[in-house]
Structures are given as structure tokens and as C-alpha cells.
């Protein structure tokens, strides 16, 4: 499969690093990025020479959530074509969260909405010292649902609390606090340390690598196909609300929306 939205490369050693390569969109999650990564999910998953895959980004941000062009389509869609829209980006998620290979995150920007999903579906994620994320859907009348298993499995449900409904933005200190982060470490030391995490799976057997993950996701909080689709139709409904429109609308205009405290 041809990508216009991702790239992929695989060392010698069975190492592919996926990225995220839309940098001039600051690497929003389009419909076409969530295609392209849920098949790439699904081909580096059943590709036996691949032992690991790290996650990043091109340019200056890992991930600045969903692509807005998107997001106001969205707007002006029927409600099936929103439920249709957003269970994409639910089952991309899910499509990297079982995958089968050890899936390390080299957080090299900020990440913003989806992109804290993509950054809680990873195994471990390290991050620069440097970055800002944030769940910043209720700024625009929105809600991080289809994100939301995914950021509550890594974060649990008192530390998501902190940051799930407030759109605050937080630095790598309190991403590490919250676990979104196992680390945050200089931009210059990001390589190094991605290859600390890659380099004991090589002496691992990928077999038993596999099943120790899917193991270890039974035992977490479950995310099945009745989770997935109780957070589309969340995210369904508050597309239909007035919130929604004047927030997005709001965002397009470059103006305050008019809940803001002024």
C-alpha cells in the first residue's frame, strides 16, 4: 500500500518506525491518516520479520488531534456519515492498541487532542522536555470520546480527571505525572533513548512478546466493540449540538466563543 499521509521504514533488525508526515498540518489525523495507519497497523502486525514499531512524527509536532477541515465537515454531515466518521479514528486506535508487536512512542512535538490517544496507545511513550499536550476538545464544544478509553487506560480515571474536560494545556513534567509519559528527556536525546526501549524486545521471542501484550490487555480496562460504539454515539450526539457549532465555528472565525469568560 502506497502513503501519502504516514511513512514507513524497517532496519535490518526488524525495527519500523512509523511517521506521522503531515508536518505543514502539524500532523493533524485526517481521514486519509486514519486509513493509512489503520492498515499499517494491520500489515506491520502480520509482517513476522518486524519486531518492533516506534510511532513519531515529521516535523514540529507529534500530533495536533483531528484534522479541523475534517472536524467542520463533520458539521454539515448527516448523523450517519458522523457516526461513520468517528468510529475511523476509534478503530484506528484500536487497530495500534492490539497490535501484536511492541509499539514504542518517540514524542517529538506536541500533542494535542487525537494526538494524546495516539500517544496513550503506545506501550511506553518518551517525550521531548520541551512539548505541550492537551485534551482541548471542550474548548471547541466537543468531547475526547472515542479518544477517551485509551487516554483512561494510561492515565487512570482520578489522574484523566485532571486534565479530560479542563482543555488546559500541560507540560512534559506533568505528562510524565500523569503517565502519559514514561520519560521526557532533551530533543537531542530522544534517538538514544527510543533505542533503550527498542533494544531489549531484540533478545525477546516475538511470540511470546505478542501474547504477554494481549495478556496484559485483558487484565486492563476493557475496550471491546461495546465500548467503541457507546463513544461513537457520544461523540455522534455532541456533533449535533449547538456547542459544537459555535465552537468550531468560533475557531474558523478566529473569534471567542461566546461561553468564554471574558
Known amino acids: 500500500m502506497s502513503h501519502e499521509t504516514i511513512s514507513i521504514a524497517l532496519d535490518p ?3 519500523a518506525t512509523v511517521t506521522l508526515n503531515r508536518p505543514e498540518k502539524h500532523n493533524a489525523l485526517s481521514a486519509q491518516m486514519l486509513a493509512e495507519l489503520t492498515q499499517a497497523a494491520a500489515d506491520l502486525g502480520a509482517d513476522k520479520s518486524v519486531r518492533v514499531v516506534v510511532l513519531t512524527g515529521a516535523g514540529k509536532s507529534f500530533c495536533a488531534g483531528g484534522d479541523l477541515e475534517w472536524m467542520r465537515a463533520q458539521m454539515q454531515a448527516d448523523a450517519e456519515t458522523r457516526a461513520r466518521e468517528a468510529a475511523k479514528l ?4 484500536q487497530a495500534l492498541n492490539t497490535l501484536a508487536k511492541p509499539l514504542i512512542g518517540a514524542v517529538q512535538g506536541n500533542a494535542f487532542g487525537g494526538g494524546v490517544g495516539m500517544a496513550s496507545v503506545c506501550d511506553v511513550a518518551i517525550g521531548v522536555d520541551h512539548l505541550k499536550m492537551g485534551l482541548t476538545e471542550t474548548r471547541l464544544g466537543i468531547i475526547p ?5 485509551y487516554v483512561l487506560a494510561r492515565m487512570g480515571e482520578g489522574r484523566a480527571r485532571r486534565v479530560f474536560m479542563s482543555a488546559r494545556l500541560f ?3 506533568e505528562a510524565v505525572s500523569l503517565g502519559l509519559l514514561a520519560r521526557a ?3 537531542a536525546d530522544l534517538a ?4 533503550a526501549e527498542v533494544a531489549p524486545y531484540l533478545s525477546c521471542a516475538p ?3 505478542a501474547e504477554a501484550k494481549a495478556l496484559a490487555r485483558r487484565l486492563g480496562p476493557r475496550i471491546d466493540a461495546e465500548t467503541i460504539e457507546m463513544t461513537v454515539q457520544a461523540l455522534k450526539s455532541r456533533w449535533e449540538t449547538d456547542e459544537a457549532a ?4 468560533a475557531f474558523f472565525d478566529k473569534r471567542q466563543a461566546t461561553w468564554t469568560y471574558k
Request: aromatic content about 4%; overall charge negative.
Open 192 to 195: 538514544q533513548a527510543i533505542e
Open 171 to 173: 507540560g512534559a513534567e
Open 207 to 209: 511470540g511470546a512478546v
Open 13 to 15: 533488525r526488524g525495527v
Open 246 to 249: 459555535e465552537g468550531i465555528g
Open 185 to 187: 528527556v532533551p530533543q
Open 90 to 93: 476509534a478503530y484506528m486506535l
Open 145 to 149: 470520546a472515542t479518544i477517551g478509553p
